[in-house]
């Protein structure tokens, strides 16, 4: 007989024994945490996030744009995203027009030709967005698109916010077009009192026979901290919440692309939008740079995070290498160019590229990744990609710190990047991994991990993988000195979601955290910069817990992935016999598939409570599959 079947055995037993309230099936442990007696650095860093464009994250996620395909690409069924109008007795056609388009980047449009329109009648199209389009009460959105038309005249082309169900136009402008040569028009439309919805399409139509041609029609809802092209507010709000700091961009497999034409190149994702030619996600769709370098490095600042900078290393998803030597030449002069981008004063070259961009002031890039998961390289080359990168870097940036994204020889890496993606069993399991291991190589960051169970977002037992994996970067992370969740989010509606188990889920109107987001927001809500001697008698097999401290603070983490109760006795000798304040945040569930969506956000959300320790003691009863914080005040 197990040991688990023993606990279930004497759980069933108690449970007849004992009135209902007090229902208790693992026998009481000890769990014993000498304040006085630190033992390993916690890292300042050690949570972040990680992002690539993956589950419509920017596109139709983060980044606000509303208008889907603003860029008029097209397949055999027509213009992606974009409808014909004809009201009343109107007759149009639309068609791509390869021949013109307002850049070289965009250099085709759409091309409208509306033979007979008038104002009851208009003509034009109709955009879908992004799964709807999100508009609020009394908000303000501000749009431009590319224009000319066949005549020199004025034409006034109707743009209009407009509710799918009723047709009630929510908000409209009209902006006045002129001549034959491709301009930039600017409006604003402003929504009044009604109810926010993001059942709305948005239509631009003329009210008279003509032929009008149009690129880049963009649509913004106010920003996080008012950027211009900026990132949806709540979205940014819930990664704030999270206290991360670093973030690790773009990718993941994004930066790699699937081929060397559609790796992030990053000098098409820089400068006015006209500019950015778009290009093809490694996940199935077309990536319109809009959230491109600068935006990245304005994303840190938004959120006050070190940039964690991915550079493409010379290896693509289909298997392209590029040889080391003078063929990867080029691509590391990208990297290094990318670098200045970032961190460049604005009289080097980069740096005044940056500075014109809008953003003088050069950004700290302390980490630089050398590319994604190279051990999937099968011509084995990274050893010397890695070295070629790492010296150049080196050479230019002393102070860079370079991650290996696997074990190298020849240089030492500073940092090497591991990746988990397992069941919440194999977390449990993982969470073991780094308590023995070698401390005499480079440092680890963890750059993507998840406890894999629950589509589109974890659900509750993932929660518990996730919290117990944390707790071993916890207690090692003398070692593991950056971990982050991935993939970060997920466009929830059907064909959004490529990779399932993702943090954060959304649609165009709302969004919200799975278990294992509020699982990272508390375990980052209190973190010591030690970790203390300690010990655990007495728990089941699956109680996990780490033991934080500072100066004024020690932060408990107690994971209960059992399906009974676990009581506990914490002793904390060293903190005297007055009585300490004890700050407790419980998120629980009944079920390991118990979990939050779209339309229920709030079912698992952590409780506040508060204990106290007195006499250098406290006494509690962890709840069945439940994941706890506890901040005791040392003050
Ligand atoms: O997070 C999803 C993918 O998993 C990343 O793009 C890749 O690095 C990993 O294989």
């Known amino acids: ?70 860029t008029f690409r097209s397949d055999w069924t027509g213009i992606l995203d974009w409808y014909l109008i004809e009201k009343g007795t109107s007759s149009a056609k639309v068609t791509v027009d390869p021949s013109t388009g307002p850049s070289a980047a965009l250099n085709h449009s759409a091309r409208l030709e509306v033979a007979k329109a008038d104002a009851a009648g208009p003509a034009g199209l109709l955009n879908e967005g992004y799964w709807g389009i999100a508009v609020r009460p009394n908000t303000r959105y501000t749009g431009s698109f590319y224009a000319k038309t066949g005549s020199e005249g004025a034409l006034p082309v109707r743009v209009a916010l407009v509710a799918d169900q009723s047709g009630k136009v929510l908000a409209s402008a009209s902006v006045s077009v002129s001549g034959t040569g491709w301009k930039q028009y600017r409006f604003e439309l402003h929504s009044g009192m009604i109810a926010a919805s993001a059942e709305n399409h948005l239509e631009m139509t003329i009210d008279r026979p ?38 690790r961009f773009p990718g993941g497999n994004y930066v790699e692309g699937n081929r060397l034409d559609s790796r992030f190149d990053w000098k098409k994702t820089i400068g006015p939008m006209v500019d950015r030619p778009t290009h093809p996600s490694p996940w199935g769709y077309q990536s319109t740079d809009g959230m491109g370098l600068l935006e990245f490095l304005e994303w840190c600042e938004d959120l006050k995070v070190q940039p964690v900078l991915a550079v493409f290393a010379g290896y693509t998803l289909n298997g392209q290498v590029v040889k080391p030597g003078p063929d990867l030449e080029p691509y590391v002069q990208e990297a290094l160019d990318e670098i200045e981008y970032a961190t460049g004063a604005a009289d080097t ?59 190298v020889q020849g240089v030492t890496p500073d940092v090497l990047d591991d990746h988990y993606y397992k069941r919440e069993q194999g977390m449990f399991e993982e969470s073991r991994h780094y308590d023995n291991a070698a401390r005499n190589g480079p440092k680890i960051f963890v750059g993507e991990w998840a406890t894999r169970e629950g589509t589109p977002t974890p659900n509750f037992g993932a929660a518990l993988g996730d919290a117990a994996f944390m707790t071993g970067l916890e207690r090692n992370s003398d070692l593991v000195v950056m971990a982050a969740y991935a993939p970060l989010f997920v466009n929830v509606n059907p064909g959004g979601m490529q990779w399932s188990s993702d943090l954060i889920g959304y649609d165009a109107l709302t969004s919200y955290g799975s278990p294992s987001y509020y699982a990272q927001v508390m375990f980052a809500s209190c ?21 934080t401290a500072s100066a004024n603070k020690v932060c408990l983490k107690l994971v209960n992935a059992a399906s009974v109760e676990q009581p506990l006795t914490i002793t904390l000798p060293g903190l005297g016999a007055s009585a300490h304040a004890v700050r407790v945040d419980t998120l629980r569930a009944n079920t390991t598939w118990a979990t939050n969506t779209i339309r229920d956000p709030k079912r698992i959300v952590p409780v506040k409570s508060t204990l106290t320790v007195s006499g250098g003691r406290v006494a509690l009863v962890a709840p069945a599959y439940s994941i706890q914080v506890l901040e005791v005040d040392m003050k």
């Open 349 to 407: 070259r980069w740096g005044a590229a940056r500075a014109r961009d809008g953003h003088p002031a050069p950004f700290q890039v302390p980490y630089v990744e050398v590319g994604n998961e190279d051990s999937f390289d099968r011509a084995r080359t990274y050893d010397g990609r890695f070295a070629q990168f790492y010296r150049a870097i080196k050479a230019r940036y002393p102070k860079i710190q370079v991650i290996a994204t696997m074990p």
């Open 210 to 247: 003509a032929t009008l041609w149009l690129q880049l029609v963009s649509l913004f809802p106010p920003t996080y901290h008012n950027r211009p092209n900026g990132n949806r507010i709540d979205i940014m709000e819930k990664l704030a919440a999270m206290r991360p700091t670093f973030l």
């Open 1 to 70: 007989m197990n040991s688990r079947f023993l606990f279930f055995s004497a759980g069933a037993l108690l449970s007849v024994c004992l009135t209902a309230t007090v229902v208790t099936a693992q026998s009481a442990a000890v769990l014993t945490v000498d304040v006085k007696a630190p033992k390993a650095a916690v890292s300042p860093m050690l949570y972040g996030l990680m992002t690539e464009e993956i589950n419509y994250s920017y596109d139709g996620g983060l980044y606000a744009e509303l208008v889907r395909n603003r």
């Open 527 to 547: 973190l010591g910069d030690h970790t203390v001697n300690s010990s655990l008698t007495g728990a089941g097999e699956r109680f996990f817990y780490s033991a």
